[in-house]
């Protein structure tokens, strides 16, 4: 069985910058695409960003290009999603997700879920 | 970058009903559309892919159809657990986009 476990969220000032992590279990980790997709409270889901399973091809939502940076390290099958200069509307529950060995392709796996909330 | 757009925002239903939401693409993404069903506060989980394929799991009240820019999630004899969010999502291209939801009240 596949499990994504997720740790990092927290409570952050805006300019402020900080890294949630993903550390999969029950599967071959390096040949799956990973991503990120996140939720504003009370709304809808909106992809991030995404990896390939080598790591050497990486893809952004626009709202996030320059300010998010996805990375994995496939000897600790950990996926990560740096986030610089957060701003107030970074605000969400940020899940991970499984794809698979061809982008683009559905989800099939997800975290729990961690809470990240920019405030001052 | 191509929009995902769904209809009702929300539905009322009751135990046995069956329900179909609608998904529209802004452009034809062929058969490249999952859907996906959230509960309060809980991850989402992929019910369909590839427009009607069954998730590993899934029980079979849970159908899809569609292709092109057009697509259902179709949902026969409504279930208490059901009661949840749906989204769709196209799977054709990057930037992946959602649908805004769909609210299912039993």
């Known amino acids: 069985e596949v499990q994504l476990v997720q740790s990092g969220g927290t409570l952050a000032q805006p300019g402020g910058s900080l890294r949630l992590s993903c550390e999969a279990s029950?599967?071959?980790?390096?040949?799956?695409?990973m991503n990120w997709v996140r939720q504003a409270p009370g709304k809808g889901l909106e992809w991030v960003s995404s990896?390939?399973?080598?790591?050497?091809?990486?893809y952004y939502a626009d709202s996030v290009m320059g300010r998010f940076s996805i990375s994995r390290d496939n000897s600790k099958k950990t996926v990560y999603l740096q986030i610089k200069s957060l701003r107030v509307d970074d605000t969400a529950v940020y899940y991970c997700a499984k794809g698979q060995v061809v982008v683009p392709a559905p989800l099939d796996s997800w975290g729990q879920g961690t809470l990240v909330t920019v405030s001052s | 970058d191509i929009e995902m757009t769904q209809s009702p925002s929300s539905v009322s239903a009751s135990v046995g009903d069956r329900v179909t939401i609608t998904c529209r693409a802004s452009e034809s993404i062929s058969r490249w559309l999952a859907w996906y069903q959230q509960k309060p506060g809980q991850a989402p989980r992929l019910l369909i892919y590839d427009a009607s394929r069954l998730q590993d799991g899934v029980p079979s009240r849970f159908s899809g159809s569609g292709s092109g820019t057009d697509f259902t999630l179709t949902i026969s004899g409504l279930q208490p657990e059901d009661f949840a969010s749906y989204y769709c999502q196209q799977a054709q291209t990057f930037p992946y986009s959602f649908g805004q939801g769909t609210y299912l009240d039993i």
């Open positions: 029950g599967l071959i980790f390096d040949i799956y695409a």
């Open positions: 990896i390939s399973g080598d790591g050497g091809t990486t």
